[in-house]
């Protein structure tokens, strides 16, 4: 660690490997020559200047003098580059002289140093303090640190820094005596001798040192000591660091963001306020989030992320204020960004003064007032394929090839209403300019339950078991062209159908528009559709006297308007009118008449979802004849005089151009019905009629549709579609594979199977 790094280790460099055999036994000095301790310690050291100084005193004072050998040859070591360190001689050549005992010392080094009894390392201190020689005095200090007597080194070398002898060296003694008594003093846990040390040493790199001890702690895993230790020497970074890692997450953050002035604790406190406003935001504990957002404030200006959190934790909390100023702060940043724009716009409906001005600094927020010109809150979305959406693969897809299939299962209390069906398909559809034309094959078989023994059916009751058809195979072939324009949209769609078993081929198809006049919406359609309540409506039968009838069509024309009271609420009415026509089957009508009041919540999860709709329906409809039986010159679909229905409808849409996108509908209502008697044998000369009950009770109709792009050309879509009732219930299930001439970023709503040409009612996309 850096902090470690500061420590000196001067003395550990210093040590030096110069052994000696030489006894001693006594304190005696040899005054025939002159004490070369100094300078065999300065040839230890390997300070060349230094030994040189010292060799020349000593000719200086003994001019007799005659160096020995060895001597001669240490100096000589140092000023050569190929001796890694001075040659100190094994056992020094006596003559006729006796070695002094600081002699032997410098001679021998540190490990005859750490040999020496203690007895006799103290009665040399205490010749040097009475001789006063200071390199007796260096000599020493050295010894006793290599013995870990600080406390007595610590004696000569201040003995030394007094006389101001070699002050270098003397501070270097100094030093590491005093952190010598660091390292005892943190080995005991003494911090009462360490705060001692620090009034009486103020200079010295005690602190450090502590927490040199400390970080070893730290490397060793040793989290407790070391936090110990960084908090009696105020280290709050690593303080955090150790409390993160005994896992005191809260007083990690809480320590650092009391001290955001000590470097890197404002970014560590910051990034956990970060953390937290986001997960307080996932939890919906908005306020939270928010208050988390002003403490980030407080001490350094929000980044986007965190300016996003905030921004939408305001609007989910309806505070419309903060919000606009928020995400106004974030389209400043990001001038592209498509949610800042929209969100902008729904906050400031009531403000056009702010919203234009926006307008005029921002496009995007332009183009969205644009766009919303041509969107309404109610039970459909539009909007210009080509124009809509800022992406150029919108209007890059020319060209996508798609299959597809169909299961539908329907229960009924009559057996040939009790049905299952499969439809298969493959397709193309192709783009150019403002036209899209598209083409598909299909193949569809169904079969139904077979009626029972008595039941009416034909020209009269089944006396024996039923062995005609209960279903059949069909091929068909389908295509449409449309034409979309800013303000309308045009679809022409036709399929025909030819069943197996010398049925009857049908022609269906529609001529359908719509019209967008600012807050109002026109649509218009005249359709031929089947009637599919059951397999003597959809296709036809035979009697047992082979005789054909039933596939029956609805020949008609229905109209919807739609008007934005404001910019989330809408009332939307449809009328509908058809002729019903079948082989063999009386003719009949039919009208419909619905009404919708629509409430967009734009307010719910808007980083989510396009929208969330709801509000109450009303819907009537009636038939001029009952013809629900399975008799020759009825059709067998239900046709009751009066069908109402009265509950409440919620829709929602996920995101526009995202790689997956979601949509769900579900009616929840009360139905009455009251159907009219039934007249079974119509060519009989005793007609004879049959009363159906009247029902009522809870209706359920559930829609869930999803789309995945799951690669740039391909695209998975599905659609699932339950209606209930006590006496009926239908369940269609549809999965279609697409895919595309060129490579697409993201989805819309335009692909949902329930908005294809085949399938809707208007051209809304």
């Given amino acids: 660690m850096a902090i470690a790094q500061t420590v000196d280790t001067q003395y550990d460099e210093q040590q030096v490997d110069v052994q000696s055999k030489a006894k001693s036994d006594s304190l005696e000095l040899a005054a025939e020559s002159p004490d070369t301790f100094a300078l065999w310690y300065h040839i230890q050291q390997k300070d060349l200047v230094l030994a040189q100084q010292e060799f020349a005193r000593l000719k200086k004072r003994h001019p007799r003098w005659q160096p020995d050998k060895d001597l001669l040859n240490a100096i000589s070591g140092l000023t050569t580059a190929k001796m890694s360190r001075p040659k100190v001689p094994q056992r020094p050549i006596v003559t006729q002289k006796v070695l002094s005992v600081f002699e032997r010392m410098s001679r021998g080094g540190e490990t005859h140093w750490r040999s020496m009894p203690l007895k006799q390392l103290q009665q040399a201190s205490e010749r040097a303090f009475q001789e006063k020689d200071l390199a007796h005095h260096a000599l020493l200090g050295w010894a006793f640190i290599s013995r870990e007597l600080y406390t007595q080194s610590l004696r000569h070398f201040t003995y030394l820094r007094e006389h101001k002898e070699d002050e270098k060296s003397t501070s270097d003694g100094i030093r590491q005596a005093i952190l010598g008594l660091v390292t005892q003093a943190v080995s005991r846990g003494d911090k009462h001798a360490l705060v001692e040390l620090m009034a009486k040493y103020p200079q010295q790199p005690i602190i450090e040192h502590i927490e040199f001890h400390a970080w070893q702690d730290y490397q060793h895993k040793k989290y407790e000591p070391a936090l110990e230790w960084f908090t009696f020497t105020d280290n709050y970074f690593s303080q955090v660091l150790s409390l993160k890692q005994l896992g005191q997450e809260d007083e990690a953050v809480a320590l650092a963001c009391q001290h955001v002035l000590v470097a890197n604790l404002l970014t560590y406190c910051v990034n956990a306020y970060s953390e937290k406003q986001l997960t307080l935001f996932k939890q919906e504990a908005y306020q939270a989030s928010i208050d988390i957002a002003e403490k980030i404030r407080s001490l350094q200006p929000l980044k986007t992320a965190q300016l996003e959190i905030f921004a939408w934790s305001h609007f989910h909390l309806g505070h419309a204020q903060q919000s606009v100023q928020a995400f106004s702060d974030l389209i400043q940043q990001q001038p592209d960004n498509q949610n800042y724009a929209t969100i902008l716009v729904i906050l400031l409906k009531d403000d056009q003064q702010t919203l234009a001005e926006l307008a005029s600094a921002y496009p995007l927020i332009a183009q969205e007032l644009s766009n919303q010109q041509q969107t309404l809150a109610w039970n459909r979305k539009q909007f210009n394929r080509f124009s809509r959406l800022d992406n150029a693969h919108v209007q890059d897809q020319h060209f996508f090839l798609e299959a597809g299939i169909h299961w539908r299962s329907q229960g009924a209390n009559d057996p040939l209403s009790d049905f299952d069906g499969q439809r298969y398909f493959l397709g193309l559809a192709h783009d150019w300019q403002q036209y899209r034309f598209g083409v598909r094959l299909n193949y569809q078989k169904t079969h139904s339950n077979s009626p029972n023994v008595g039941d009416a059916f034909g020209l009269g009751l089944l006396n024996n078991a039923y062995s005609g058809l209960t279903g059949t195979n069909e091929l068909g072939i389908s295509g449409f062209l449309k034409r979309q324009n800013t303000d309308s949209n045009l679809l022409a769609e036709v399929s025909y159908w030819r069943p197996q078993h010398s049925l009857r081929s049908v022609l269906t198809g529609k001529v359908s528009g719509v019209r967008f006049l600012g807050n109002t919406t026109l649509a218009m359609a005249i359709f031929r559709e089947r009637l599919k309540d059951s397999t003597l409506s959809l296709h036809g039968l035979f009697t047992d006297e082979l005789v054909r009838w039933g596939s ?103 995101l526009e151009d995202k790689t997956w996108q979601l949509k769900g509908k579900l009616d929840l209502g009360y139905v009455i019905s009251k159907p009219k008697d039934i007249t079974v044998f119509l060519h009989d000369e005793d007609e004879q009629s049959l009363t159906q009950q009247d029902e009522q009770g809870l209706g359920l109709g559930l829609e869930l549709e999803g789309q995945w792009l799951f690669h740039p050309k391909w695209e998975l879509v599905g659609q699932i579609k339950h209606n209930y009732s006590d006496t009926y219930s239908e369940l269609n299930i549809g999965l279609h594979i697409r895919w595309n001439y060129s490579a697409r970023s993201g989805e819309t709503s335009d692909g949902f199977i329930s908005s294809s040409p085949y399938q809707a009612d208007y051209p809304w996309y």
């Fill in 552 to 654: 029956v069509t609805a020949n008609g024309i229905k109209g919807l308007v739609a008007y934005a009271v404001s910019p989330q609420w809408s009332v939307s009415a449809e009328l509908a009118g058809a002729a019903l026509r079948g082989e063999s089957v009386r003719n009949n009508h039919k009208w419909n008449a619905s009404l919708a009041l629509t409430r967009n919540l734009n307010n719910i999860y808007p980083e989510n979802l396009d929208y969330l709709r709801v509000g109450p329906y009303l819907s009537w409809t009636h038939y001029k004849k009952n013809l629900n039986a399975f008799t020759v010159g009825n059709g067998g679909y239900f046709s009751s005089d009066l069908l109402t229905s009265f509950g409440g409808r919620a829709e929602v849409l996920t």
